[in-house]
């Protein structure tokens, strides 16, 4: 028995002996990678904490208030899973209400991210043909009508990463546009999805013509237009998604044209609530890990946004202000991560100037995803992949650190960020946050980032 007792101490004096050596070998060769040129003219923070040991491996400035960028979608989806529960969905209802001379049709929507033309179709399927609706209420008193968050940048328009926002989201509130070329000094063709109306298309394009400028597709927006102009020379396939003002109107519109095509005529248009007793027609109901993986995956804003609404809609009362979703995001960290009162959070997606969260506040967060297992189980499929999926498919490709990494990016100007979770050669699972700052090539940030992340996986 007490040789048994002597062999246990003795490997856990080695175990842990190795594993200080192990640690110590990583901040040495962490220390080394800070001495790179890069942080002449930037700076970084950076925090990691092995799971599985629940100890802090190195910090770097991880008190630092910084610009989080889309990593802070990673925090938005971790609070809303936890608030909301992985079962929440986003409802966009159609209901009913008739007597033998009048048919009216009540659309009432939540700001599903993710709502798209064929769900439209599907809507609009079940209200039937050659019929008339007398009057079609559209409610959008889910939200108010302030359709972009604090701190957005306001020349980021026409450019589908900033909708505007609305209960209606078709499409993401954006029209896909395809421009391919025909016969040189010929007009190209252009195609635009969803088709509708609302918009139109001025083709001022020539294509494979060299002395033209290169292609663009740009909206009217200084002028809260819906005019698509296309211009330049078109020597190949070009595309753009480009946001519509007023998102909601722009729903409603292909939804009645979508209705005039199968024969419903709709003698007027509300927006506004009725008070009348709806047989329900239609739900969407979208769920919210559908919506969370969107975000972290491909880096959606607008999804990211959903969510502060609906925390918000937590309070129980309409319309929702961005700020109440803001708060719920606030308090959630104040009161389970016992936060610092310095740092702010603007929006739910990262565009805000005016975020600021540090490295230390990100891991706690990180930490606290990985204890709630059902919340990590979503979150964790929804990260980007190392060298596989999302905005890391082409990092660390034969490297170590090809798909050991599940890691939400961010980007903006000047900012290059990195938070996830690294599978460590020992099998540990390690969180860890970089937070680069005042870099204005994101190729050189990205590129220390992923030796960073090739060290976390030996």
């Known amino acids: 028995m007490r040789f048994f007792t002597r062999f ?18 990583f901040c040495e060769a962490m220390d080394s990678l ?106 959008c008193s889910f939200m108010d009508s302030i359709y972009w968050g604090p701190g957005w940048s306001w020349d980021d328009t026409p450019w589908e990463f900033q909708p505007y926002l609305s209960p209606l989201m078709l499409n993401g509130g954006c029209v896909d546009v395809v421009v391919k070329p025909t016969n040189k000094g010929e007009a190209p063709t252009i195609e635009c999805k969803p088709q509708s109306e609302y918009y139109s298309v001025v083709n001022e394009a020539v294509s494979h013509d060299a002395s033209l400028k290169k292609l663009t597709i740009m909206r009217d927006w200084l002028d809260n237009s819906n005019v698509i102009r296309v211009r330049g020379n078109c020597n190949g396939v070009g595309s ?34 009725t ?25 959606n804003n607008l999804c990211a946004e959903a969510l502060i609404y609906h925390l918000g809609a937590l309070y129980g009362h309409r319309p929702v202000a961005h700020k109440d979703g803001v708060k719920i995001v606030k308090g959630f960290l104040d009161f389970n991560l016992k936060m610092p ?61 090809e798909r050991k990494i599940r890691a939400k990016t961010g980007t903006v100007s000047g900012i290059c960020t990195l938070a996830g979770y690294a599978e460590a050669r020992n099998g540990h699972t390690i969180a860890f946050v970089i937070f680069n700052q005042g870099t204005m090539t994101p190729r050189l940030a990205r590129r220390w980032q992923n030796k960073v992340c090739e060290l976390l996986c030996k």
Do not use: W
């Open 8 to 25: 246990f101490t003795i490997f856990s004096i080695t175990f842990f002996v190795c594993g200080n050596i192990v640690a110590q070998g």
């Open 341 to 401: 009162e310095r740092y702010e959070i603007a929006d739910g997606s990262g565009l805000s100037l005016y975020t600021y969260i540090s490295a230390d506040i990100m891991l706690q967060m990180l930490k606290r995803i990985y204890e709630n297992k059902p919340v990590y189980t979503f979150v964790q499929k929804g990260l980007p992949l190392s060298g596989c999926t999302g905005t890391l498919k082409g990092r660390m490709t034969g490297t170590v650190a």
């Open 34 to 139: 800070l001495t790179d040129k890069l942080f002449d003219d930037s700076d970084v923070s950076v925090a990691v904490y092995d799971l599985d040991d629940n100890r802090l491996v190195y910090s770097h400035r991880a008190e630092k208030m910084c610009r989080p960028a889309s990593v802070l979608k990673l925090l938005t989806a971790g609070v809303a899973l936890e608030r909301l529960g992985v079962n929440y969905t986003i409802n966009t209802i159609l209901g009913e209400s008739r007597t033998e001379s009048v048919r009216n049709l009540c659309l009432q929507g939540s700001m599903d991210p993710l709502f798209s033309e064929s769900d439209l179709d599907a809507m609009v399927a079940t209200v039937g043909d050659s019929t008339t609706i007398d009057t079609l209420f559209v409610d």
């Open 240 to 273: 753009d998604k480009m946001n519509m003002f007023r998102s909601e109107q722009f729903f409603v519109t292909v939804m009645r044209e979508k209705m005039a095509a199968r024969g419903v005529q709709v003698k007027e248009i509300i927006y506004s609530s």
């Open 275 to 299: 008070k009348d007793s709806l047989t329900l027609l239609y739900n969407n109901g979208r769920p919210i890990t559908a919506v969370v993986d969107e975000a972290l995956r491909e880096s």
